[in-house]
């Protein structure tokens, strides 16, 4: 598991994609989310505007990511 730090109390799900390096672009983003092929905590999710949380976790390509916040 990678954790990935953030600046702001949020970030939307596509954004947290391309920080992290899990994808190059944010078009890459939006077609991987539309697919259904990230999960949020488990779930799948297809809304490219998900916010997420220190403490979230992502799923993308066998990888696991895990949202830590600044303070943290």
């Known amino acids: 598991m990678r954790e990935v ?3 702001t109390e949020t970030i939307n799900l596509d954004q947290f994609l391309k920080w992290s390096g899990a994808v190059m ?6 077609l991987m989310i539309q697919q259904g092929q990230v999960k949020v905590n488990g779930e799948v999710e297809t809304r490219r505007s998900r916010k997420l949380y220190p403490g979230d976790r992502v799923e993308f390509q ?3 990511f895990l949202v830590k916040g600044g303070s943290e």
């Not at 672009?25 to 939006?30: F, S």
């Open 62 to 64: 066998g990888e696991t």
């Open 5 to 7: 730090f953030i600046k």
């Open 25 to 30: 672009t944010g078009g890459q983003a939006k």
